[in-house]
């Protein structure tokens, strides 16, 4: 079983088995355009090149054959994890969100550390679309999981390797309806 399929059997990371994979609107859009992009433009290419190599004789030492093969497998890797992905994932909507008072799925939050009163504001997004230097990060992460439910206000221990750490809950936006 090829790396790719054993993270999807398991799920979001820290979570059960079979748990969805919630994605935004957005997040869903950019892994099916790579998925074309992969499928229709650049396997397309690879298999030109393979074709074009495997025609001039000795495969053992043709190194745009070798080259062009393994990429071929890194394409139909992850075309096989997009594919699996794009069919269990479930996409929210966070303009959609009704109750706009507390933290959810979506939600852009701000919050204070108590430790120093620094601010930080952060996305809360899927886990294929995390990115923590834009201020997304994953629904499972701890620090989402700790503001989750939460309203303007409220105070969240946040579990880090450093302890325990108090965080308030500043402002919470989502995008418009």
Do not use: C, H
């Not at 969100?97 to 799925?105: I, K, L, M, T």
């Not at 620094?118 to 700790?146: F, H, K, L, N, Y």
Request: glycine share 8%.
């Amino acid at each position: 079983m090829a790396e790719d399929d054993e993270d999807e059997e398991e799920g979001p990371p820290g979570l059960p088995p079979g748990t969805p994979f919630y994605m935004t609107p957005a997040g869903a859009a950019a892994l099916r355009e790579e998925l074309r992009k992969l499928w229709e433009e650049e396997r397309p290419k690879v298999v030109e090149v393979v074709s074009w190599a495997a025609g001039l004789g000795d495969r053992s030492e043709n190194a745009d054959y070798q080259y062009g093969k393994r990429r071929l497998r890194q394409i139909d890797g992850r075309v096989r994890f997009l594919r699996k992905r794009l069919e269990r994932v479930q996409v929210v909507d966070p303009a959609a969100q009704a109750r706009r008072d507390q933290v959810f799925f979506g939600a852009t939050v701000t919050y204070a550390r108590a430790s120093d009163d620094a601010e930080v504001t952060i996305t809360i997004v899927g886990v294929d679309e995390a990115d923590s230097a834009q201020g997304r990060i994953s629904w499972v992460a701890p620090v989402a999981r700790a503001l989750l439910g939460a309203k303007v206000g409220d105070t969240r221990k946040l579990r880090t390797p450093a302890g325990a750490e108090e965080i308030e809950v500043v402002d919470i936006a989502y995008p418009p309806a």
